[in-house]
C-alpha cells in the first residue's frame, strides 16, 4: 500500500510539469537483508535485479547472512561480483573448527580433524565451548573480503551506509553495529548460538541478531529511507509436528522471536520479497546453487518492478548516474608495526616468527591470511584476528587479537570396520608438558582390538623446521588367514591366529615448509603369532626387526576427509639389521623338510612408496588415483615382515590396501598395487566412488612359506556420507581370485 501511494506521488509530479519545476529533495531507497543462514544467498539474485534495474541504493541495513551479503554490497562489490563470490567459497571448510590443512606442520597432519569431540581442560578441567564452531577460515575469509575497507571504521561512510544487527548474551537487547570492525560486527551478527561462539566487542559477548532483530527494517528507516525494498527469506518457525531432532529445537527455541519481528517489520517494506525455499534450511550449503538460482529467478520477476522505480525517480528528479567502482583499490599496504594481545602460553617471539612477519614490508590481503594459516597450523591458537590501523605516514599498524588453545586436549573418535571391530578412540593431547615448543600425545583404542600409542614431538628452530619424536606402540588382534586353492584358483578362509604388535621409534626430520618432511629414523619392532583355528601353514612364535631408514613424506591435499584436490606421498628406505627369530613353522600341521623351513636371519634393505593424488575435474566431480609398493630385497626364508594385502583403509603397518581382498588375504615380500577411480559428489557430503586396482607381486623375490598368484585385480563401488561421526563408507566389491562380491562397511576414521 505504502509503495502504492509513493508511485502515485511519482506520477502525479511526472504528469504536473508546473509542479515538476520544484520537485522535493529526491527519496532515499533502502536495502534490508534478513538473516537465514544458507538460505540467505538467495538475496544476491535481489541485488542482481537492482543492478540491471539501475537503482541506486542509499542504506542497507542486514542481519546474519544478510549483514554479510548486504556488507559485501555496502562496501562495493557488485551483485555478479558477489555471486562470484558465493560460488567459488569452500562452504565445508570455511563452515568449520579447521584451517586448510595444508597450513598444518607436516608432523601434525595425521591428527589433524582426526576426532569427532575435542574438549579442552581449562581451570582443572574438561570444559565445553560456547559453540561448536570458532570458524577461523570464515574470519579469514571476512578479512580478505573487507580488505579494502578495513581502514574504515565508521560504516556510514562505505559507498553506501551500512548497519548490521548482533544480540547481546547478557541482556538479550538488539546491538545496532556501524562503528568499529566491519570483520567482527558481521561475523557476531551471524553467530547463532550453540553453533557459532560468540563474538566479543567492546567487552559484551555478541551472537547472532536474529534472535531479537531478524529483518531489520526499522534500522534502515531511522537511516533516512523513504522507500525500503526488503528481502526476507526466512520462512518462519517450524510447525512443532516437524520438530523433529535437537538442532531443530535449538534453532527453534533460538528464533521463538522471530514471528513477532515479522509482524512489526514487514508493514514498514514498500517493496516485500519472499522466496520459496521452504526445502531448505540454515544449513543447506550444499544446496548453494540452487538457493542462489531462486534468488535470481525472483530476482528476474521482480526486474520490472524495480525498473519503474528507477525509472520513475529518474523522471522527476533527473537521472543519477549509476555509482561505479564503489569498492576502494586497496591491494597491498605496507606494515610499519604491530600490536598483539592475548597470548598466554606461547611468547611473541614465537608467535611472529611463526607468521614470517617483518616490519616495513607490503602485503596483501592473502599474503596475511597465508601468514595466519601458518600460525594457526601450529595448532597452538584456536583464533587469530587482525585488524589495519592507518597511521600518519600511510603505513598501517596491524593488531593482533589472539585465543590460544588449552594446552591438553581430551579427543573421542569412534570407528568400525570389520577387521578391527568396533571401538572407541579416546586421546590426550599436551603441548608443552614436557618441554617447551613439543607436542606430547596418548592414545587409546577401546574395543574388540586393543591398541595404544604414545609419542613425544619436539619442535627445534626459529620457525620450528627442525623436529625430533619419540614413539611407542601396541597392537593386537585376530586375523583370519586365507589359503589359495589349487583345484578352484581361488582364495578361501582356513584359519584364525592372534597377533601381537609392539614398535619403538626414534625420528629426525627437517621441514622447509608444510608440505615436505624429510628425516632419519630408527625402530625397533616385535611380532608374536599365536595360532587359534588351524590353518595349512601356521606361525607360531616371535621375532623382532631393528631398522634403520630414511624416510621422505609430501602432503598438499586440500583436507583429510574426502579431499578434491592434491598429492600425498609417503616413502621410506630402510635397512632391516639381524633379526632374532624363535618361530616355529608348521605346513598341513607337519614341520617338512629342514632345509625348506629354515628360516633367515640375515640383514637386508626395504623399501615402501605410498602416493594418493586427487584431481578436481568438476564442481562435483573428483579423479582418484594411487599406487601402494613394498620391496624387501634379498628377503626368501625371512618371515614376519612381509606386505600384508587387502582392505581398503589403512589399519596397521606393511598393509597394502586393495579393494577386492579382505585384509590380510595373503602376504608377499615384494608388491605394487595400482589404483584409479572417480568419485562424484551427489548431494552435500554424499559421495558415489568407483574404483578399479590390479596388483602385481613375486617381481622381484618370492618367499618360500606364501604361495600366491603374480596378479590380483579387484573392483570396488562405494557410498559414502561425511558426518558428525565422521566418514561412513559402505562398498561392495569384487576379485577376480577371490571370486566373490564382498561387503565393507567403515565408519570413522581410524587409530
Known amino acids: ?105 607436516m608432523e601434525e597432519k595425521d591428527e589433524y580433524s582426526k576426532y569427532v569431540v575435542e574438549l579442552p581442560w581449562v581451570n582443572h578441567r574438561f570444559t565445553l565451548p560456547t559453540g561448536i564452531l570458532e570458524g577461523q577460515e570464515l574470519w579469514l575469509k571476512f578479512s580478505e573480503l573487507f580488505f579494502p575497507v578495513s581502514h574504515i571504521k565508521d560504516f556510514s561512510q562505505f559507498s553506501i551506509p551500512f548497519k548490521c544487527i548482533a544480540t547481546d548474551v547478557g541482556t538479550g537487547e538488539a546491538v545496532v553495529m556501524e562503528n568499529g570492525e566491519i570483520v567482527s560486527s558481521i561475523r557476531s551478527s551471524m553467530a547463532i548460538p550453540s553453533f557459532f561462539t560468540s563474538v566479543k566487542v567492546n567487552d559484551r559477548f555478541l551472537i547472532d541478531g536474529g534472535i531479537v532483530r531478524n529483518f531489520p527494517v526499522q534500522d534502515v528507516k531511522r537511516m533516512g529511507a523513504d522507500i525500503v525494498v526488503g528481502s526476507n527469506v526466512s520462512t518462519g518457525l517450524l510447525a512443532s509436528n516437524k520438530v523433529r531432532s535437537v538442532i531443530q529445537v535449538l534453532l527453534q527455541v533460538a528464533f521463538f522471536r522471530e514471528a513477532e519481528d515479522h509482524r512489526t517489520e514487514v508493514p514498514l517494506c514498500d517493496i516485500y520479497v519472499t522466496y520459496p525455499l521452504e526445502k531448505y534450511n540454515m544449513g543447506s550449503f550444499g544446496q548453494a546453487e540452487d538457493i542462489l538460482e531462486a534468488g535470481i529467478k525472483k530476482g528476474r520477476e521482480l526486474y520490472p518492478q524495480l525498473k519503474r522505480l528507477a525509472d520513475s525517480l529518474d523522471a522527476l528528479y533527473g537521472p543519477v548516474p549509476p555509482k561505479v567502482n564503489r569498492l576502494p583499490e586497496t591491494k597491498k599496504v605496507k606494515i610499519s608495526s604491530f600490536e598483539l594481545s592475548g597470548l598466554k602460553n606461547t611468547s611473541i617471539e614465537f608467535f611472529i616468527n611463526t607468521l614470517n612477519l617483518f ?14 594459516r601458518h600460525a594457526f597450523g601450529t595448532r597452538y591458537y584456536n583464533r587469530i584476528l587482525y585488524s589495519l590501523h592507518e597511521q600518519p605516514d600511510g603505513s598501517y599498524k596491524i593488531v593482533f587479537d589472539v585465543a590460544e588453545n588449552p594446552l591438553t586436549f581430551a579427543k573421542l573418535g569412534l570407528h568400525y570396520d570389520k577387521f578391527s571391530g568396533i571401538s572407541a578412540i579416546v586421546n590426550f593431547t599436551s603441548r608443552n608438558f614436557l618441554t617447551t615448543n613439543s607436542r606430547s600425545l596418548v592414545t587409546l583404542n577401546i574395543g574388540d582390538n586393543i591398541r595404544a600409542r604414545a609419542e613425544h614431538l619436539q619442535y627445534i628452530g626459529r620457525h620450528k623446521n627442525f623436529s625430533f619424536s619419540l614413539g611407542a606402540q601396541y597392537d593386537r588382534f585376530d586375523i583370519n588367514t586365507y589359503n589359495l586353492f589349487q583345484a578352484s584358483n581361488a582364495y578361501k578362509e582356513t584359519g584364525l591366529y592372534k597377533r601381537q604388535y609392539s614398535v619403538f621409534n626414534a625420528k629426525a626430520g627437517f621441514s622447509s615448509n608444510r608440505k615436505l618432511l624429510t628425516g632419519l629414523g630408527f625402530r625397533m619392532e616385535f611380532v608374536n603369532y599365536s595360532p587359534v583355528i588351524s590353518a595349512p601353514l601356521e606361525l607360531n612364535g616371535r621375532s623382532s626387526f631393528p631398522t634403520a631408514f630414511a624416510f621422505l613424506k609430501y602432503n598438499v591435499l586440500d583436507k583429510p576427509v574426502f579431499p578434491t584436490r592434491g598429492v600425498k606421498i609417503d616413502a621410506e628406505m630402510g635397512r632391516v639389521l639381524k633379526q632374532h627369530e624363535h618361530v616355529s613353522i608348521l605346513k598341513d600341521g607337519s614341520p617338512g623338510s629342514t632345509d625348506q623351513y629354515t628360516i633367515a636371519t640375515h640383514p637386508y634393505w626395504r623399501t615402501s612408496l605410498n602416493i594418493e593424488s586427487y584431481y578436481h575435474i568438476t564442481h562435483r566431480t573428483t579423479m582418484l588415483a594411487s599406487m601402494q609398493s613394498g620391496i624387501n630385497f634379498n628377503y626368501t626364508n625371512n618371515v ?107 565408519l570413522g576414521i581410524s587409530f
Not at 555471486?83 to 567459497?89: F, R, S
Not at 614376519?640 to 588375504?665: C, D
Not at 566389491?733 to 571370486?739: E, H, N, T, V
Open 640 to 746: 614376519m615382515n612381509e606386505f600384508s594385502i587387502g582392505g581398503m583403509i589403512p589399519l596397521y603397518e606393511n598393509q597394502i590396501m586393495f579393494a577386492g581382498l579382505p585384509e590380510a588375504t595373503t602376504y608377499a615380500p615384494t608388491v605394487a598395487a595400482f589404483m584409479g577411480g572417480v568419485r562424484y559428489e551427489f548431494l552435500s557430503n554424499t559421495y558415489a566412488t568407483a574404483r578399479a586396482n590390479v596388483l602385481f607381486t613375486n617381481f622381484v623375490n618370492s618367499s618360500v612359506f606364501f604361495d600366491n598368484p603374480s596378479f590380483f585385480s579387484g573392483y570396488a563401488l562405494t557410498f559414502g556420507y561425511n558426518f558428525a561421526l565422521g566418514p561412513l563408507e559402505i562398498s561392495a566389491m569384487y576379485s577376480d581370485q577371490l571370486r566373490k562380491i564382498s561387503s565393507y562397511v567403515s
Open 1 to 105: 500500500m505504502r509503495f502504492l501511494l509513493i508511485a502515485c506521488m511519482l506520477f502525479f509530479f511526472f504528469t504536473h510539469p508546473a509542479r515538476a519545476q520544484q520537485p522535493p529533495g529526491r527519496p532515499k531507497i533502502g536495502l534490508t537483508l534478513s538473516g537465514g543462514g544458507a538460505k540467505g544467498l538467495a538475496h544476491i539474485g535481489i541485488l542482481k535485479a537492482i543492478d540491471s534495474a539501475g537503482l541506486n541504493i542509499d542504506y542497507i541495513t542486514g542481519t546474519s547472512m544478510g549483514g554479510v551479503i548486504g556488507g559485501l554490497y555496502a562496501v562495493g562489490y557488485s551483485a555478479d561480483t558477489i555471486e562470484k563470490i558465493a560460488g567459488t567459497i569452500d562452504w565445508e571448510l570455511l563452515l568449520s573448527n579447521q584451517s586448510s590443512l595444508r597450513s598444518v606442520f
Open 359 to 372: 616490519m616495513n614490508e607490503w602485503y596483501t590481503a592473502k599474503d596475511i591470511s597465508e601468514m595466519i
